[in-house]
């Protein structure tokens, strides 16, 4: 496990907030991490509507250290509070999910979801303007008519750069529930969108109307007994997808094999062990974030105590299963009282899909190698690290005597997880939320 120090304290600032983490409001915390297809730029959404995206800063000669540092490119309000009269329901405009769509020309594009309405945003820039109109004067304003005696030949003055964001298409109305995942087909012709009960397929050049391929809901609701948790294409088969449960299934579907794929082509579950069983359960091993490898073969999913790997060609159990914080076994009495139980992880992998990454509680978030199969767990916090300094691996300790170094579980801060995080493409480079605080980190530079 190669160790990561960080090299960009605190880069997340909301418009009108305090730096201390315990000052923030509801809306600046962030919902959602992703990098973009090259790793140039680094979004954000948060629970007020509000992307952010970061650029990354070019190589100087005069300043090697520098690369790799990322500044706000350009702000924007993505979602706003909305309300449905029909059934008299709030809808919030917190950003569930980013995905990224690869960059085509010089603009780049992605897409952005509240609970109902997904959109495709434009981002660009501009750095000349127009002048010289023959039917509007330099104010903006319509000239007289009487007053244009010459034809004038419009020229473009350059100016200081400006990033624009402007929406391109909206997707609404198609989701009777809140949207948990949105994924970009690998033909870039397409994408999906998942509620608790269906999954919806989009072109992006049709607003106003999508396909159902799945639909779990029961002719009678009082017969439900689970729900979607996250869905995903695979990186290179346009056909294929998968999608997650409360159950802690998750399901392959071939678009090939029928227009509505409620019948699914694969079927993974582990097997419970009896012995094993309480009456958390069924809570605990609801998966929350489903993700392919990068090389398509390998899917990865998190449920609330492990990150397990599984291979595609193999459905009765997982090739790899990691204990993300299994010191907490003993503590789910109280953190089913406190809600903590139902807390939704992401995972994501490194670009060679060797290292895996997961958050926790306490800002600490874990690191799994799996070649060496060494872990390491590290903390995202100002108050324990200094711009560039190596982070130091963090313990916890159970019972017993407590070393100097480690932490007490008893000790532990529930309020701070780490529930979103994202890898670089290419580079040891990630980015963990932290409540409203964006860190970066880095592989250490000799």
């Known amino acids: 496990m ?34 973009n297809h090259t790793g140039e730029l680094l979004a954000t959404g948060d629970k007020g509507g509000r992307v952010v995206i970061f650029q990354r800063e070019q ?12 500044n706000v490119y350009s702000t924007f309000q993505s979602h706003e509070p909305e309300f449905d009269y029909l059934k008299s329901l709030e809808i919030e405009e917190k950003i569930n999910k980013i995905r990224w769509l690869p960059q085509q020309n010089a603009a780049y594009f992605l897409l952005s979801t509240n609970d109902k309405t997904v959109k495709l945003w434009k981002v660009s820039e501009r750095d000349k303007r127009p002048e010289g109109y023959n039917l509007k004067d330099e104010d903006g304003r319509f000239r007289d008519p009487s007053m244009i005696t010459m034809l004038r030949v419009p020229v473009l003055r350059p100016m200081d750069l400006m990033v624009e964001a402007t929406p391109r298409r909206v997707f609404a109305n198609a989701h009777t529930y809140h949207i948990n995942s949105i994924s970009v087909n690998s033909d870039y012709e397409t994408y999906m969108s998942a509620d608790d009960l269906r999954i919806n397929l989009w072109n992006f050049e049709i607003t106003n109307q999508s396909f159902n391929i799945v639909d779990i809901k029961p002719a009678n609701m009082e017969e439900l007994t689970e729900v979607i948790t996250a869905a995903e294409f695979h990186p290179h088969h346009c056909n294929t997808f998968v999608y997650s449960s409360s159950k802690g299934t998750i399901r392959l579907c071939d678009m090939r094999a029928s227009a509505l794929c ?14 094993n069983r309480s009456f958390f359960s069924e809570i605990i091993s609801s998966i929350s974030d489903v993700k392919f490898s990068h090389s398509g073969r390998y899917i990865m999913t998190r449920d609330y105590l492990t990150v397990k790997v599984w291979d595609l060609n193999m459905e009765n159990r997982p090739i790899e299963t990691y204990q993300v914080h299994d010191y907490l076994r003993s503590k789910l009495c109280s953190l089913y009282e406190n809600d903590c139980i139902f807390d939704k992880f992401e995972c994501v992998w490194n670009g060679s899909d060797s290292v895996i ?17 060494r872990d390491v767990t590290l903390e995202a916090s100002r108050e324990n690290s ?22 007490s579980v008893d000790s532990l801060d529930f309020s701070k997880k780490i529930l979103h995080t994202a890898w670089h493409p290419s580079e040891n480079i990630i980015a963990v939320a932290a409540t409203n605080n964006l860190y970066i980190f880095q592989d250490k530079v000799n």
Request: proline share 8%; charged share 35%.
């Open 2 to 35: 190669k160790c990561f120090s960080r090299y960009l304290p605190y880069i997340f600032r909301p418009p009108n907030t305090i730096l201390s983490c315990s000052c923030h409001t509801e809306a600046d915390i962030i919902s959602t991490v992703e990098f």
């Open 59 to 70: 190589e100087s000669k005069n300043q090697p250290h520098r690369r790799g540092e990322y």
């Open 262 to 275: 409620d019948r699914h082509s694969k079927f993974f579950e582990e097997p419970e062990d009896p012995s």
């Open 357 to 373: 990454m997961t958050g926790s509680y306490n800002n600490f978030f874990r690191m799994f190698d799996r070649n060496t199969k």
């Open 386 to 407: 200094k711009p560039r300094a190596i982070l130091k691996p963090r313990k916890v300790c159970v019972g017993g005597k407590r070393r100097k170094d480690e932490i």
